[in-house]
C-alpha cells in the first residue's frame, strides 16, 4: 500500500512495485484518514508512507494501524532526512527509513526485505555516536551485547526482561548503561543503530 499525498509520486512508485515480481499495489491513500481506513479494509503486509499528509503525518498513520493490525510492516519513504523524523517513525514501527532520492530497485529490494521481517535503514540517516573507536559497542557486556540485539528485533523492555529470564529493572539498567557506553541519549537511536548495521550487513550479503 503506498501513501503519499502527491498522485505523481504514488503512481510512479506503483508503476515500480507491479512491474515487480511477486508484488502488487493493493491500495493507495493521500491522507490519514483514508490511509487509516483503507489499511483496515485490505491489510497490506507492506506500507510506503510518507511523514508529511494534509491531516496530520505518516507517523499518525502508522500507530493507527499498528493499534488495528499489527499484520502490516511500514516503510517511511521521505524527504526528511533528521534524526527526530527517524526516532519518531522507529517508534511507531517503521521497519525501514528511506529518503525519495533513492533508486526504483532499491525500493522493490527494501519491500521483499521488510515483507521478510527484516529491519533495513539508509545508514545516512542512521543516529550514531561518532566514538574514538570503530566499535562504539566494544566496550559492552556479554548482557548488554544480548539486550542491544534484543531491542533491534524490537522487544519492548518487559519481553527483553522475560527472553532473558531477568527483572525488568535490570534491563533497564543494562540500557542505561549501554546508552552511555555508546554516546547515545535514547532507546530508539539503539533500534537504528543496530538496524543500520544489520542493513549493512544484508547489502554486503547481496554483492
Known amino acids: 500500500m503506498i501513501i503519499d499525498d ?17 508484488m502488487e499495489v493493493v491500495a493507495e491513500a493521500g491522507t490519514v484518514q483514508d490511509a487509516v481506513r483503507r489499511a483496515e479494509l485490505v491489510r497490506p ?8 499528509l494534509p491531516d496530520g503525518t505518516g507517523i499518525d498513520v502508522m500507530n493507527a494501524v499498528k493499534e488495528r493490525s499489527a499484520h502490516s510492516r511500514p516503510i517511511v519513504l521521505t524527504s526528511f532526512d533528521d534524526d527526530d523524523a527517524l526516532a519518531e517513525s522507529l517508534e ?34 542512521v543516529t550514531r555516536r561518532r566514538a574514538d573507536h570503530e566499535d562504539p559497542t566494544a566496550d559492552l557486556t ?9 531491542i533491534g528485533d524490537g522487544l519492548s523492555n518487559r519481553e527483553i526482561g522475560q527472553k532473558l529470564s531477568v527483572a525488568e529493572k535490570t534491563v533497564k539498567n543494562h540500557i542505561t ?3 552511555s557506553k555508546m554516546g547515545l541519549q535514547r532507546r530508539t537511536q539503539v533500534a537504528a543503530w ?7 550487513a544484508w547489502r554486503k550479503k547481496r554483492r
Do not use: C, F, N, W
Open 6 to 22: 502527491h498522485e505523481i509520486v504514488r503512481r510512479g512508485i506503483a508503476e515500480i512495485i507491479d512491474r515487480a515480481d511477486g
Open 177 to 179: 548503561s549501554l546508552l
Open 142 to 150: 556479554p548482557s548488554e551485547r544480548k539486550v542491544l540485539e534484543l
Open 45 to 52: 503486509d507492506v506500507m510506503l508512507v510518507d511523514l508529511q
Open 194 to 200: 543496530v538496524a543500520g548495521q544489520r542493513s549493512q
Open 92 to 125: 511507531a514501527g517503521a521497519r525501514a527509513y528511506l529518503l525519495k532520492t533513492v533508486r526504483g530497485a532499491d525500493i522493490t529490494d527494501v519491500v521483499r526485505a521488510v515483507a521478510d521481517g527484516r529491519v533495513l535503514l539508509d545508514e545516512r540517516t
